[in-house]
């Protein structure tokens, strides 16, 4: 039996968006836990210690975004939400942009111990974008899902999409942005693209509206 609660999308065009959705984040979130790396190792240097606490602050992020995503995903699921988790992470990564640019070697400074340090400014770069990029893949299940019977396929399939682009993104930018373009080219580039993809989630939903 159908879940009366469950109310999906309908159309190619917003199942693809989804789908395209969460390759892209997939590349990006993975793909800016490589430019993480390039803006905090030359302050902390490249050791394990370095890599460990990157790791473990995206993991983290992604973590509580999940959980986070899960809750907004049952009571909101719309374009709408898509568009605002897009557009804030945008945000964000605009301001590590910004930060980038050396007022992240100030905080690196002001703060006692370099294991703190480190840990303050992994935090400060990595965790709140992965937080809200994170939120997308509980609401892009929430958004296909059709019928209840329906999850595990859907659920497996568009995590499987997702890993596919943390794959991707971070092949490509290891081997290509990074070497081409550096670490502030494509901190900006990522915040625009995601500016430009959360438009195009709210001209969804404002189109599903006058149906």
Do not use: H
């Not at 370095?50 to 995206?58: H, K, N, P, Q």
């Amino acid at each position: 039996m159908s879940d009366s609660r469950i109310q999906p999308i309908t159309g190619k065009a917003a199942t693809a968006l989804v789908i395209f959705d969460v390759a892209s984040l997939g590349f990006i979130s993975l793909g800016f836990e490589m430019v993480a790396s390039r803006i905090l190792t030359p302050l902390f240097g490249g050791t394990i210690y370095t890599w460990a606490t990157i790791i473990s602050i995206v993991v983290a992020g992604l973590m509580v975004g999940y959980f986070v995503g899960g809750l907004v995903a049952d009571r909101f699921p719309s374009f709408r939400v898509a568009a605002a988790v897009k557009l804030a992470a945008a945000a964000y990564l605009g301001l590590v942009f910004l930060l980038a640019d050396g007022s992240l070697e100030a905080l690196a400074n002001s703060v006692s111990g370099d294991i703190a340090a480190l840990f303050v400014c992994g935090v400060v770069v990595c965790f709140p974008p992965m937080v809200v990029m994170g939120m997308y893949s509980p609401l892009s299940v929430r958004l296909l899902l059709r019928r209840a019977g329906d999850a595990g396929k859907i659920s497996g399939g568009l995590f499987a999409i997702s890993s596919l682009g943390n794959i991707a993104g971070i092949i490509v930018t290891t081997f290509v942005l990074i070497p081409s373009i550096g670490t502030r080219a494509i901190t900006g580039g990522f915040a625009a693209f995601l500016a430009i993809s959360g438009l195009v989630s709210l001209a969804a939903y404002l189109s599903r509206q006058t149906e």
